[in-house]
């Protein structure tokens, strides 16, 4: 038996609103986007889902922890266009022997990781 992982959900105010951040942040494929949940896909077919109010789901926007991380393949690049953006991310931290990782926060307040591998 072979398990992938089938979606990573984040809850979210405005799922429309979302779903363009987190398509010009990101360059995930927005494959559909209602009022009740937005379904971005990244290159390699893994889901993000964002979860509006009418989803009734009972998680609250604004989690302070990072349930989901995204790897970049040039960190500081990302950091530059993020501030340009006006979403800037915190430092960059980590080792050359595990990975090096920055955090940013999407308009809801959710805490975002960002890795380099």
């Not at 990573?8 to 429309?16: E, S």
């Not at 009972?58 to 960190?75: K, T």
């Not at 266009?81 to 959710?110: H, I, M, Q, W, Y």
């Amino acid at each position: 038996m072979t398990t992938t992982i089938a979606s990573v959900f984040l809850p979210v105010h405005d799922t429309a609103a979302a779903a363009d951040w987190y398509r010009e942040r990101f360059e995930l494929e927005v494959v559909q986007a209602g009022g009740h949940a937005a379904v971005l896909r990244d290159p390699d077919g893994r889901v993000l889902t964002l979860l509006g109010p009418a989803s009734g789901i009972s998680a609250r926007p604004g989690l302070p922890w990072a349930p989901v991380s995204f790897r970049v393949q040039d960190l500081a690049g990302f950091r530059e266009r993020c501030a340009a953006a006006g979403s800037p991310c915190s430092e960059v931290e980590g080792k050359e022997a595990s990975c090096f990782f920055t955090t940013l926060r999407d308009p809801d307040g959710n805490t975002l990781l960002v890795v380099d591998r």
